[in-house]
Each structure stands twice: as C-alpha cells, then as structure tokens.
C-alpha cells in the first residue's frame, strides 16, 4: 500500500529525474546560514520552513500597502513602505535593521499570505498556453457573473543557461502568469530564483541583488552571488517533479453538484499539457489541476490592497484544488479553517462566485456534505 504522502516523485519519473528530485529535496529541506549567504534581510531560512512537507505553512509572508480610506484600493502613493511590499522581519549578515511592518499608521493595510503548497506545480506549468488562452476566450464570452482573465506578465529573472523549457531574458513580455497567489510569475524557475532572493536574501545568476533594506546594504555575509545556478536549476526540477498527492475515490453526488454549482467553471477539474514540457511524464497528457489559472475578482471581501502585474487587489488566480487534506487552513491568508468556510468566503456580493455560493447555500446539509466531501478527497 502506497503511504499517503504529500512528498513523493511522481510516479512515472526516469531515473535521471528521481536523482534530479533527491538533489532538490536535500536544497528544499536546507537550513541557510549567514555564510550561505542568508539576509541582509529575509523572511524565514529554508524553503521548508514554509513549504513544511511540499504543503503549506507553517512560515507565512505578511504584505503592507497603503491604501485608500476605502481599506482595500491601493494608493497611488507608496512611498510609506519604502522596501516594498514584503515584511522581513529578521537581518543576517552584518545586517542590524530588518524590514518591519509600519505600526499605527491606519492607511496601512497589513495582509499575510499563507503560502500555497509546491506539490503538482510541474503539472501546472505544463499546461499548454493555448488551453490557457481558451479558458480566457470563454470567460469573456460568458454571461453571468463569471469571469476570468489571464495575468499578462513579464519574464523577471535574468536569462537562465540552464532552463530546459525556454530561452526568456528580463523583461521577455506578455507570458501567461501562472505562479503566485495572483499569478504574478509564469514559470517555476524564475519562482524559485525569485523565493530564493525574495523570502531568504540569496542571489543568484538569475536575482542578483539583495532585496531593498534600511541600511541600504548591497551584500551579505557572503560576497557577491550567494548560490550558483545549479542550486536554483535542482530546486526548480525538484518542484516540477513532484506528484499530485494520490486522489481518493470522491463521492459521485459530490462531483456531480461540484459541475451542477459551477464550482467547475473556474476549478476546471484537468487541462492539457503542452507536447515539449521537458518532464516526459507531464508531456501532452490531461493534469488535473482544478483551476482555470485565470484571475476572478472576489470583492472586497477578500481583497489585500497589493497589485501585481495586472491583478488588482479583489483578484486571486483560482486555487489549483489539490491535496486539501494536507492543509489545516484555506484561502490566500488561510482565513478558512474548513473547506465549508472556504466555499462560504466566496460570496462577496461583488464576487464572481457569488451565485455559486447561493447555490450552494441552498442546498440541504447532505449535499453540502457530499460537495465538501468530494473537495476534500481531490
Ligand atoms: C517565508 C515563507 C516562504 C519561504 C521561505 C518560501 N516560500 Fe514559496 N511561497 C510562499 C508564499 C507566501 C507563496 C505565495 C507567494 C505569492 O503569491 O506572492 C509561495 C509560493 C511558492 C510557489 C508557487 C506556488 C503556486 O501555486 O503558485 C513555489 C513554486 C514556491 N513558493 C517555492 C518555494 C521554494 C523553492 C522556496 C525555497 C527556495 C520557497 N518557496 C520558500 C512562502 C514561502
Ligand atoms: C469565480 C471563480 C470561482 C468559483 C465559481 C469557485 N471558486 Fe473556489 N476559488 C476561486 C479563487 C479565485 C480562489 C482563491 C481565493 C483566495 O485565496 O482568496 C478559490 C479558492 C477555493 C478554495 C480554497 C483552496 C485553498 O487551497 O485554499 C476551495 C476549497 C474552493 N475554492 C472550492 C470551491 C467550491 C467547492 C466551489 C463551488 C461551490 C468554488 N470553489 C467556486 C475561484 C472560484
């Protein structure tokens, strides 16, 4: 019997790429000191510490923005939060100040980001713009409430001499954002070169500088670039290459009323992947994903006052709907401590799932049972 577990290869791994995936894990699972590099500033030391089992938590990254009176609009002025939007909240390095959230200031808003799991995010970069780019035709199409759109960003990193999948520089425009609670980055390395600069001050080849701090400090502990290309290269695979937790088999009423209540019409339960992914095993198949990877505006109910690309403030991309079970919170800040409570955080009168809700509201409790009881197997 196959243990359950959020932390395994995936199933149809060569042997090339389970050594690639060991590489990675022993990355994913290390502890960062000064002399690694860590700081000037920094939010916590591993990727584990967040991402503890590929899942999510229990490190989180708290964001500050200033707002309008409104509480949720982000002003035009942020000159209040000089080091950008991220709390840092230790130094390292020779560092004294960390990057500390403003207190007292009301046109501050303090939101936290509860971290997304890693596990199936190689199946999510797989999947082929095209199918993508539909999804967005059809939202636009749509009547009713539900939308859906496509986070048009730009290639963040510096160019990657390692990357198996493309050949972008800085600034190569109009990708499709796939990553980040806003879909803000479109592949897993310039994700993983950006987590590793942004939650832990290492530079790379493809982030070379440290992240904005007080003291103005342009290096660390460590001189000049703190890892090579081949740690961000093996942390990246190591993501790619993790499975989807083993599904359980769900209820059948439940996947029905899933469909039935339009939860499906932005989970969209599998997409096609594109025929040249470099993972062999995620290469032109069906991944089930549960997400549309678009952005859908949520209300202000669920707005954090932080624009990223084109994602306003209301917009999160659609959470891929997997390996619940392994998360004791849900939503971006992990407000939802139950997935009825996730369902129920979806019906801002001003969200696009609002009539899902009351649809889902109107049911009777065995239903609601049966529709959360398929959630929770996926
Ligand atoms: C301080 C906590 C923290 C640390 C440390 C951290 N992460 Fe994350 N991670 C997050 C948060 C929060 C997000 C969501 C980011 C956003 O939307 O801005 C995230 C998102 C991700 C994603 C995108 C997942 C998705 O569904 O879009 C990947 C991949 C990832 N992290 C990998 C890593 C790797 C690899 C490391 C180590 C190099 C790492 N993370 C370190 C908190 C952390
Ligand atoms: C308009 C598109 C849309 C519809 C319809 C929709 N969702 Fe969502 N769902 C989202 C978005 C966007 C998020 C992320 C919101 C956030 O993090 O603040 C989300 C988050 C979730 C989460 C939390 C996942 C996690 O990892 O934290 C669950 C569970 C969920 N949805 C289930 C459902 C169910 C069940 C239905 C049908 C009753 C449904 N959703 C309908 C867009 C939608």
């Not at 584990?48 to 590929?54: I, K, L, P, V």
């Not at 701090?213 to 290096?219: F, K, Y």
């Not at 997409?271 to 993972?279: A, F, H, M, S």
């Not at 939503?331 to 939802?336: E, F, K, P, S, Y």
Request: glycine share 10%.
């Amino acid at each position: 019997m196959q243990l359950d577990r959020s932390d395994v290869p995936l199933l149809q791994a060569a042997p090339d790429e389970l050594a690639r995936f060991d590489e990675g894990d022993v990355l994913f699972e290390t502890m960062l000191r000064e002399a690694d590099g860590l700081g000037p500033v920094y939010v916590r030391a591993s990727c584990q510490a967040c991402h503890a089992g590929d899942g999510r938590g229990p490190g989180l990254v708290s964001r500050v923005a200033v707002v309008e009176r409104d509480g949720v609009t982000p002003s035009r002025d942020q000159t209040r939060v000089p080091f950008g939007s991220v709390v840092r909240p230790y130094a390292a390095g020779g560092a004294k100040r960390a990057v500390l959230a403003p207190t007292d200031d009301p046109s501050i808003r303090l939101t936290h980001r509860f971290p997304p799991a890693v596990f199936g995010r190689g199946h999510i970069e797989a999947v082929a713009d095209e199918a993508i780019e539909q999804l967005a035709r059809a939202a636009a199409e749509r009547t009713g409430p539900i939308r859906g759109r496509v986070n048009r960003v730009t290639y963040q990193s510096l160019r990657n001499p390692g990357a198996t999948l493309h050949s972008y520089d800085r600034g190569t425009p109009n990708l499709i954002g796939r990553f980040g609670l806003k879909a803000r980055v479109a592949t897993l390395d310039d994700f993983v070169a950006d987590a590793l600069q942004g939650d832990m001050g290492i530079t790379s080849p493809l982030r070379p500088d440290e992240p904005p701090n007080p003291e103005g400090r342009l290096d660390d502990a460590k001189p000049g670039i703190d890892v090579d290309l081949t740690v961000v290269n093996a942390l990246t695979d190591y993501v790619r290459l993790l499975e989807i937790p083993q599904r359980r088999s769900g209820s059948a009423r439940g996947r029905e009323l899933f469909g039935r209540l339009q939860c499906a019409t932005c989970h969209i339960p599998s997409l096609e992947t594109r025929g040249d992914y470099p993972v062999r095993g995620l290469a032109a198949k069906r991944v089930e994903v549960y997400t549309d990877l678009l952005l859908h505006d949520m209300g202000p109910s669920l707005a954090d006052g932080v624009e990223e690309g084109s994602a306003s403030s209301r917009e999160w991309r659609t959470a891929p709907l997997i390996g619940l079970r392994f998360s004791g919170a849900f939503l971006h800040d992990g407000r939802a401590k139950t997935l009825r409570d996730a369902v129920l955080a979806h019906g801002d009168p001003e969200s696009e799932a609002r009539e899902t809700v009351r649809a889902f509201s109107a049911l009777n409790d065995e239903d609601q049972d049966e529709l959360l009881s398929f959630v929770s197997t996926l």
